[in-house]
T-cell receptor
Framework: GQNIDQPTEMTATEGAIVQINCTYQ??????LFWYQQHAGEAPTFLSY??LDGLEEKGRFSSFLSRSKGYSYLLLKELQMKDSASYLC??????????WGAGTKLIIKP | TAGITQAPTSQILAAGRSMTLRCTQD?????MYWYRQDLGLGLRLIHY???????GKGEVPDGYSVSRANTDDFPLTLASAVPSQTSVYFC??????????????FGSGTRLTVV
């Protein structure tokens, strides 16, 4: 079967750095997405990785290792508004998106 | 504001009743999707449409039907609601079939409670 694993919840301090991990076992791979979802709101696109390595976008970076079936989302200089759930999703060989359950990130002052 | 509009925002529905969740987009996207989101689970695809006039079944289609009469609208119908259909429903769209490089655009969701 296909599986996406993420930690259920993480806590970090305002101004710090946090890394949210995602491991996947899917039938094929055509890219990995990260989304942010604030409570009661729609998911919004953060990043897309299809090649190995680090993609940086301001305070957010996303890393992919296809050989390890592993990705992480790195958030720097955390702000209170970063409190949200972060969803990892993999595009499989049938071009279907397989979603993880999400990681709830709690930011403390 | 451009994007996806879903209605209603929330609804309490008696079991056995039917209901249509509305979804309208103004981005002229070809593909549209319906997902449900349940606590502890990833988003699960119910139905999708790659272009107007065509629809397909996703991972959890039972108990749901869709139509795509035009590009902008993609309603989701529950013919006879059951409590297990209590969930948050998200409509999404993409310019072409599949998420491309920028993923899907999501609506704000409909919170449905079946009692």
């Amino acid at each position: 079967g296909q599986n996406i694993d993420q930690p259920t919840e993480m806590t970090a301090t305002e101004g710090a750095i946090v890394q949210i991990n995602c491991t996947y076992q899917t039938s094929g791979f055509n890219g990995l997405f990260w989304y942010q979802q604030h409570a009661g709101e729609a998911p919004t696109f953060l990043s897309y990785n299809v090649l190995d390595g680090l993609e940086e976008k301001g305070r957010f970076s996303s890393f992919l290792s296809r050989s390890k079936g592993y990705s992480y989302l790195l958030l720097k200089e955390l702000q209170m508004k970063d409190s949200a759930s972060y969803l990892c999703a993999v595009l499989d060989s049938n071009y279907q998106l397989i979603w993880g359950a999400g990681t709830k990130l709690i930011i403390k002052p | 504001t451009a994007g996806i509009t879903q209605a209603p925002t929330s609804q309490i529905l008696a079991a056995g009743r039917s209901m249509t969740l509305r979804c309208t987009q103004d981005m002229r996207h070809n593909a549209m999707y319906w997902y449900r989101q349940d606590l502890g689970l990833g988003l699960r695809l119910i139905h999708y449409s790659n272009t107007a006039g065509t629809t397909g079944k996703g991972e959890v289609p039972d108990g749901y039907s869709v139509s795509r009469a035009n590009t902008d609208d993609f309603p989701l119908t529950l013919a006879s609601a059951v409590p297990s259909q209590t969930s948050v429903y998200f409509c999404a769209s993409s310019e072409l079939a599949g998420p491309g490089l920028y993923g899907y655009t999501f609506g704000s969701g409909t919170r449905l409670t079946v009692v």
